[in-house]
């Protein structure tokens, strides 16, 4: 990636607050030895090189097992109620309030309107917030009924001239219905391109990086390579990197079907394992169910590897808008045959686009959001 040259700008000290650094499915939360690779920590780190003085506020429930070196300072929050407020969901750090109040800083980025923690940062300085919104729906929590409340009683009562930035444009069309101060930029998932080297040169292979999980469906991904195999001259490999409890279930599938030699369980890598495997492959699978934003699908589009998915996530759109692969709710072998023929043009385009996922060009779309509020 070429050094891009970022104009003068007025230094901020930041305060971010994301309690939930990871995906959990589980009530308690399994601890994992680094946090470095989370989306989050990636744009703290992004606000930094660009001279900004940031301090990320997390839920301790999410501290990594190692000591970890961060170019930003980051605190670890003391949950509270939390057989109310489960950690994996909806925490509640109480000492948020206090330590807003005890502090100085210029602006407060806090994901989620739907958020106990954003809600503390509203009712406490609501002038510097922006809500960074990723939600497009109401959480299934209490069957919608505790997400309906919210967002129709607290957030009209408590959240009247906050600033809400979306992460896509489904996210902007559903918290509009709530908040009128919503800003026009999308600002969505963005990525360190410094660790994601961009390859144009692939090998005959697939890669899927997800939990093994049954709402991202890699049974269908499985079945949908089974047929490419079955109409394809040319031997390929699906890697399959992740785990979760679907995993047996999946392999014997794969031997069911005669496919079990051109199948590879990775099991879970170390990140930058992982980025070998993507930069290498013709196209990243993603069948889920139910999802909003996937990092993955950024993180491959950086690579310059095209991504086949279903129009669930969010940024499926602009992997439609911009040619970065194809997007169909019921896609099977024909669109893996036409990545494979095309796959030059998807990875041009792919080499194109990434820049927008910068996050030192979401920093710069934040800053400017900040003059806004001043």
Request: charged share 25%; hydrophobic share 45%.
């Amino acid at each position: 990636m070429t050094d891009e040259i970022f104009l003068e700008e007025t230094i901020v000290k930041v305060i971010i607050i994301n309690a939930i650094l990871y995906t959990n499915e589980e009530k308690i939360v399994k601890k994992v030895n680094s946090v470095k690779d989370c989306m989050i920590c990636d744009l703290c780190s992004a606000f930094t090189e660009r001279g900004h003085d940031v301090t990320l506020i997390a839920a301790e429930e999410y501290k990594p097992i190692d000591d970890e070196g961060f170019p930003f300072h980051i605190v670890w929050m003391k949950s509270y109620f939390k057989l109310i407020f489960i950690a994996n969901k909806i925490p509640f750090n109480l000492g948020i309030r206090k330590y807003l109040r005890s502090h100085d800083f210029d602006l407060i980025i806090s994901s989620e309107a739907f958020s106990m923690d954003t809600f503390l940062a509203a009712i406490t300085c609501p002038e510097k917030l922006i809500i960074w919104q990723e939600m497009a729906f109401h959480q299934r929590m209490a069957k919608q009924l505790a997400s309906k409340l919210w967002h129709n009683v607290i957030i009209r009562l408590f959240y009247k001239d906050v600033r809400v930035v979306p992460r896509s444009d489904n996210a902007k069309a559903f918290i509009s219905k709530y908040m009128t101060n919503v800003s026009p930029v999308i600002i969505q998932h963005g990525i360190d391109l410094a660790k994601f080297n961009y390859e144009m040169n692939k090998d005959r292979t697939f890669i899927v990086s997800s939990q093994l999980i049954a709402r991202k469906r890699i049974d269908l991904i499985i079945k949908a390579f089974c047929n490419f195999c079955a109409n394809s001259s040319n031997e390929f490999v699906l890697y399959i990197a992740g785990d979760g409890d679907q995993k047996k279930n999946l392999e014997l599938l794969t031997n069911r079907l005669g496919i079990a030699d051109k199948v590879i369980f990775l099991g879970k890598v170390p990140h930058s394992e992982l980025i070998g495997y993507l930069r290498k492959a013709m196209a990243m699978l993603v069948y889920t169910q139910k999802d909003n934003s996937m990092i993955s699908i950024a993180e491959s589009i950086a690579v310059g590897t095209p991504v086949i998915t279903t129009n669930v996530p969010d940024n499926a759109k602009y992997v439609k808008d911009y040619n970065l692969g194809i997007v169909s709710d019921n896609w099977d072998w024909q669109e893996l045959d036409k990545i494979v023929a095309d796959n030059q043009r998807y990875i041009s385009n792919c080499k194109e686009y990434r820049v927008n996922l910068d996050n030192r060009h979401n920093v710069g779309l934040f800053i400017e959001e900040f003059s806004k509020l001043v």
